[in-house]
């Protein structure tokens, strides 16, 4: 420890500090990532199933999901979270620390999650789905059988690029005293100038990321077939 100490000065007595914006940003990807999931993946489904020519054609519905997600990711990050503060008060009581980042976090996740999704759908085999109509098969169950359980690997991939950019998200949420290692960044090494603080936010950072890509990379070799 008197090694890393020596390299960053500032470390012993902000480590306790650090440590628990630390788990915050966990605390925020974990939350924001999950809820975030299961919304993309819904919307991302509906996009390839309701889009000309898929097996539940609506092309009203799918206008208007493709327009709005091309609307919200126009919205650069940080005016998003300033739109949301009302919304975030409304559900959750607050709009700052770490319960006050979720609506945030999940809203600018959710449109690029969906993209994803839609992309990693459109690689399954089309005459899949075709044989699967032949033999029946509801829209549902294709949708089960088909999309998802074919797509799992691509599923994870995509999964695995939207928590790093998650991650990305919730150091720019600390702009706006969202907490985590993004508000330890600015707090410490911004504005009080503790320089070294700045380079162990990043190593930590990057540290969460190659956790994320190592692990997403052994589930899709794991699924892949």
């Not at 999950?34 to 539940?56: D, E, N, Q, S």
């Not at 709005?68 to 990711?73: G, Q, S, T």
Request: glycine residues 8%.
């Amino acid at each position: 420890m008197s090694f890393l100490y020596s390299i960053a000065p500032n470390l012993e007595a902000l480590q306790s500090e650090l440590a628990e914006c630390f788990f915050q940003t966990i605390q925020m990807c974990l939350v924001a990532a999950t809820v975030a999931f299961f919304i993309g993946l819904f919307f991302g489904v509906l996009l390839t199933v309701t889009k000309r020519g898929g097996i539940m054609e609506c092309t009203p519905i799918y206008t208007v999901i493709d327009k709005a997600i091309d609307i919200i990711r126009s919205i650069p990050f940080i005016i998003l979270i300033f739109i949301l503060i009302p919304v975030s008060r409304l559900i959750m009581g607050t709009s700052i620390g770490v319960s006050g980042s979720y609506v945030a976090l999940i809203c600018g996740t959710v449109p690029f999650f969906s993209r994803q999704i839609e992309t990693a759908i459109a690689e399954v085999d089309y005459g899949l789905v075709e044989a699967s109509e032949a033999m029946g098969f509801s829209p549902m169950e294709i949708i089960w059988s088909v999309y998802l359980k074919e797509s799992i690997p691509s599923i994870v991939r995509v999964t695995m690029i939207t928590i790093v950019n998650l991650i990305g998200l919730t150091a720019m949420a600390g702009a706006v005293g969202a907490g985590g290692l993004g508000d330890f960044a600015i707090r410490y090494g911004y504005q009080m100038g503790y320089r070294d603080m700045i380079w162990v936010t990043v190593i930590l950072i990057l540290l969460l990321v190659s956790i994320v890509q190592f692990v997403g990379n052994l589930i899709i070799r794991k699924t892949s077939h």
